[in-house]
């Protein structure tokens, strides 16, 4: 079945750590995204990638860092620069380019904590 | 600074009932509007969608109704059941160029309730 995979689905960081999240997708989809959910702020985008090589920052990209070195791999780094970053991290993925279809796949998401 | 304004942020509904689910927004780009549903531990699932040269949608218990001139759109769930009982997020895609043509912008949610 195609979809996307996020692992692992639980992640604690200890301070000063740098953690990364693993997004893995078998939908051939050309765009990829990464979003921070807390409670009652809704999605915020993080980073997201049109194609391999290249990546843009969303709303809240500060204390993050990704890569898109394959089509089917999106990994976000959460650095030590991130202040807080407790929270449920969500990575989707779309069609891309102009067909009209422009519905995101989301997966299961991490739920980092600090301790 | 919100584009996409969504309201209430919880919703508690008798089983059977209408749940009903509102959004703004202000952008006139905006051209693609979906909702997406999500249960506790759960990423967000496409649930409908709707282009502005349509004023309703329906997919079974769930209608998206349309205001273009309101700029304003909302989420129907006739006869909720308490399996509905999950996070709903409206959300918007620009028509802009480049990136921008990728990019959904969410509303921060609506915990609805359905009681049975």
């Known amino acids: 079945d195609g979809g996307i995979t996020q692992s692992p689905k639980y992640l604690f960081r200890k301070e000063g750590q740098n953690v990364t999240l693993s997004c893995e997708q078998n939908?051939?989809?050309?765009?990829m995204y990464w979003y921070r959910q807390d409670p009652g702020q809704g999605l915020r985008l993080i980073y997201y990638?049109?194609?391999?090589?290249?990546?843009q920052k969303g709303d809240i990209a500060e204390g993050y860092s990704v890569s898109r070195e394959k089509k089917e791999s999106f990994p976000l780094t959460v650095t030590s620069a991130q202040k807080n970053p407790t929270a449920f991290y969500l990575c989707?993925?779309?069609?891309?380019?102009?067909?009209?279809?422009?519905?995101?796949?989301f997966g299961s998401g991490t739920r980092l904590t600090v301790v | 600074q919100q584009q996409v304004k969504q309201s209430p942020q919880s919703l508690i509904v008798q089983k059977g009932g209408i749940s009903i689910i509102n959004c703004a927004y202000e952008?006139?780009?905006?051209?693609?509007f979906p909702w997406y549903q999500q249960f506790p531990g759960k990423g967000p699932a496409l649930l409908i969608a709707?282009?502005?040269?349509?004023s309703e949608k329906k997919e079974g218990r769930f209608t998206i109704s349309f205001n273009k001139s309101a700029k304003q759109f909302s989420l129907h769930i006739m006869d909720s059941q308490p399996g509905d009982s999950a996070t709903y997020f409206c959300?918007?895609?620009?028509?802009?160029?480049?990136?921008?043509?990728?990019?959904?912008?969410f509303g921060k949610g609506t915990l609805l309730t359905v009681n049975p």
């Open positions: 952008n006139t780009a905006f051209d693609y």
């Open positions: 990638s049109q194609i391999v090589n290249d990546f």
């Open positions: 959300a918007a895609k620009s028509r802009g160029s480049g990136g921008s043509n990728y990019k959904l912008t």
């Open positions: 939908l051939n989809h050309d765009a």
């Open positions: 989707a993925s779309s069609p891309g380019g102009t067909g009209g279809n422009y519905g995101y796949t």
């Open positions: 709707i282009r502005p040269d349509v």
